[in-house]
């Protein structure tokens, strides 16, 4: 198991400034939290968060970005081999995340139900690997 930093909204009043603390998840229910805050924060917003988390102190060993929908997300990997979830190939265009007040447009092919895209986060921070579904 690895410990990720998740850049994500810090602190309830974050200014983004420098040396702003990375949210730091260990174990599942951490994770789980995180989703649920995530998907309480975009619950009433026309466009769900997103998160950039890796593993802490080496980030060489791999980034992720973490779309939080109610019903769908998708999860992106930086990794050594690159990859992301895929939902439906055949969906052409593009869906928007907010990251850290920034418009991110994703291939709306990369959305899955939450839970595979929750499963993919988990996959990761367990094992450090790509799971089979991405």
Request: aromatic share 8%; glycine share 8%; net charge negative.
């Amino acid at each position: 198991m690895v410990t990720l930093e998740i850049w994500y909204d810090q602190e309830p009043e974050n200014d983004y400034a420098e040396g702003d603390p990375a949210i730091l998840v260990n174990t599942a229910d951490e994770l789980d939290t995180l989703i649920q805050r995530m998907q309480a924060d975009g619950k009433d917003k026309a466009v769900p968060p997103m998160a950039e988390c890796s593993v802490s102190g080496d980030a060489g060993r791999g980034v992720f970005f973490l779309g939080v929908g109610q019903e769908k997300g998708f999860v992106v990997f930086m990794t050594p081999r690159a990859a992301q979830t895929v939902g439906n190939p055949s969906l052409a265009g593009t869906v928007v995340y907010d990251y850290m007040a920034h418009v991110r447009e994703i291939p709306a092919q990369y959305e899955v139900p939450m839970d595979q895209a929750r499963a993919a986060a988990l996959a990761f921070l367990e094992r450090e690997e790509l799971p089979p579904s991405v």
